[in-house]
Every structure is written in structure tokens, then in C-alpha cells.
């Protein structure tokens, strides 16, 4: 009885309360919360970012699903924060206090921390073109909101005249605009 006591008071200290637009806090967290985190969102796509609270014993984990999204923390809190895209949108970086285009970031609370998750909604979809007469695989590019980028031609042993040997980026990989599929395209064979 005593440890679930023990164990309740540590859940308690160490939890996160993630505010939306209400901005609702409760008791428990704000006395022993030292620093502010804001989580933002910019971008015409959608996503979620989740919290986890490293170090904290039994601290929830929490999804913020609204952003902007806020939260005081206690002092020394290590977060790890994940971005994930919406169907139909893609994460494209963060900002702030975390930077670069990994979904995965870690901050430290040792001082008020703003960070931006930036998602874009997918513009294309990369069509599979291989094989394809250079015609219908332009077609197929314009059909998935997609723009054709390099064209170079090379001689094959085993793909046809004027047939798609190869494409970048690799088919179902959804782009933000603008988006361009690069193909390699056979000359016919050698001699």
C-alpha cells in the first residue's frame, strides 16, 4: 500500500500536462514546473507530435494532437519529441530548439524551449515508370502531380529503344512540390 502510495507521488511530480487552447493546468503541476515548452506547427500539412518524458519514473506520455501545444516541465526533464505526418501530409523538419529533418529530437529542459514541426501536404506521389515508353511515363508523372526532371539517355543490352530503364526518386515516394522524377532512358543497344 505504501509503495503504490510512493509510486503515485512520483507520477504526480513528475507529470506532464500538455495544454491546448484552454491552456488548463492543474495543481499539481505547476509548483514544481520550472521551465516552459511550446511545440508550434507551420506548414499547409497536418500532423501530431508525441512527448516522452525520459527520467521521470511512471510521467505519461502524451500525443499533442492540437497544435500549438504547451507545457511546464520540470527542471532537468530530458523529451524526446516525435513528429508524425497526418495521411496525406509529410513531416519535413523541425525548428527552434530542435533542427534538422529527422522526426526525432531530445531537448533538455534547462531553460523555456519553443519548438516548430514543419509538415507539408504530399503534392505527388511517385508513379512507377520503369519499363514505360518515355511518353506514357511522362503522362504518368503529370497524371500523379509530378514534374519530369532530368532525362538521360543510355544504351542497353536488355531494355528496348525509348523504354524507362531507371527513375529517382523510387515509385510510391511521396514528394512536396515541387517534385521532379528524374528517368534514364534506353538508346537501344550497343553497336
Known sequence: MQRAAVLIAIAALGALLFVGAARVRTAAAVPDANHHLTIGKAGDGAGTVKVVALGLGPAPNVTCSALPCESDVLEGSVLTLT????????????????????RVCN?????????????????????????????????????????????????????????????????????????????????????
Not at 513528429?83 to 523538419?93: C, K, P, Y
Not at 509538415?119 to 503522362?139: E, H
Open 83 to 102: 513528429a508524425t505526418a497526418a495521411s496525406g501530409s509529410v513531416f519535413v523538419r523541425w525548428s527552434g530548439a530542435c533542427a534538422g529533418p529527422a
Open 107 to 191: 531537448v533538455t529542459m534547462n531553460q523555456d524551449v519553443s519548438v516548430t514541426a514543419t509538415f507539408a501536404r504530399i503534392k505527388c506521389v511517385v508513379p512507377n515508370v520503369r519499363g514505360r515508353m518515355l511518353a506514357v511515363a511522362k503522362k504518368a508523372i503529370a497524371r500523379a502531380k509530378c514534374a519530369v526532371g532530368s532525362i538521360r539517355n543510355v544504351r542497353s543490352r536488355t531494355v528496348k529503344r525509348g523504354r524507362v530503364i531507371s527513375q529517382a526518386p523510387r515509385p510510391r515516394t511521396p514528394l512536396r512540390a515541387p517534385a521532379r522524377v528524374n528517368l534514364v532512358v534506353s538508346r537501344g543497344r550497343f553497336g
